[in-house]
């Protein structure tokens, strides 16, 4: 089975720059999709298809993806910005839409 | 905008059939074609894809796909007459407790632009 993989969590200081990577065999062929959710809501989509940034989210949001490691950049971070991040691929082989585990952001 | 809307019984016997509904409003089902999906969260974890229904404008029919590991107790169906898609997942456990949500895609491989509040759901002995 295809596994994405996210670290647990990433603590970055207001204003400097947070990554927070999602790895998967050869995901830059697929495309990545992150999801932003804060306590007590549903995600939200903060990043689709590797770099499109839906229309309200911040410039400072941001995705690439290449090789086996896809990664959600945030500059400038504010403490607005802590939440969890998932990765989500669709798997043709399994014809499965799969999450990462999730990465929590602390911004202090 | 398309808003979506889950409903259920909050609490479920173990063994039984957990059934939830999901509400579409501000467009109708049968108006494009969408992939309809079911997304849950236990307490504390991330998200699991249930499985997810495409449906193409035909009344009530829809080509379904399922998660591996639940694919023998979950179904996934659409009634386009009340705008609902609904999810039964049967022989329920402890570890079916979670935050149900319904979403929408346009495409298999596309984001899950549009997603229900969620609603919590507890099996209990």
């Known amino acids: 089975s295809y596994d994405l993989t996210q670290p647990l969590s990433v603590s970055v200081a207001p204003g400097q720059t947070a990554r927070i990577t999602c790895g998967g065999n050869?995901?830059?062929?697929?495309?990545v999709h992150w999801y932003q959710q804060k306590p007590g809501q549903a995600p939200v989509v903060v990043i689709y298809?590797?770099?499109k940034r839906p229309s309200g989210i911040s410039e400072r949001v941001s995705g690439s993806n290449s090789g086996n490691t896809a990664t959600l950049t945030i500059t400038r971070a504010q403490v607005g910005d802590e939440a969890d991040y998932y990765c989500?691929?669709?798997?043709?082989?399994?014809?499965?839409?799969?999450f990462g585990g999730g990465t929590k952001l602390t911004v202090l | 905008q398309v808003q979506l809307q889950e409903s259920g019984p909050g609490l479920v016997k173990v063994s039984q059939t957990l059934s939830l509904t999901c509400t579409v409003s501000?467009?109708?089902?049968?108006?494009?074609?969408?992939?309809w999906n079911w997304i849950r969260q236990p307490a504390g974890k991330g998200l699991e894809w249930i499985g997810h229904?495409?449906?193409?404008?035909?009344?009530?029919?829809?080509?379904?796909n399922l998660n591996p590991a639940l694919k023998s107790r979950a179904t996934i169906s659409v009634d386009t007459s009340k705008n609902q898609v609904s999810l039964k997942l049967s022989s329920v456990t402890a570890a079916d407790t979670a935050v149900y949500y319904c979403?929408?895609?346009?495409?298999?491989?596309?984001?899950?632009?549009?997603w229900g509040q969620g609603t919590p759901v507890t099996v209990s002995s």
């Open positions: 979403t929408r895609a346009d495409y298999d491989d596309y984001q899950l632009d549009f």
């Open positions: 501000g467009g109708s089902i049968s108006s494009g074609s969408y992939y």
């Open positions: 229904i495409y449906t193409t404008g035909s009344p009530n029919s829809g080509s379904t």
């Open positions: 050869n995901i830059g062929s697929k495309n």
């Open positions: 298809r590797d770099t």
């Open positions: 989500q691929v669709w798997d043709r082989n399994t014809a499965c839409r799969l």
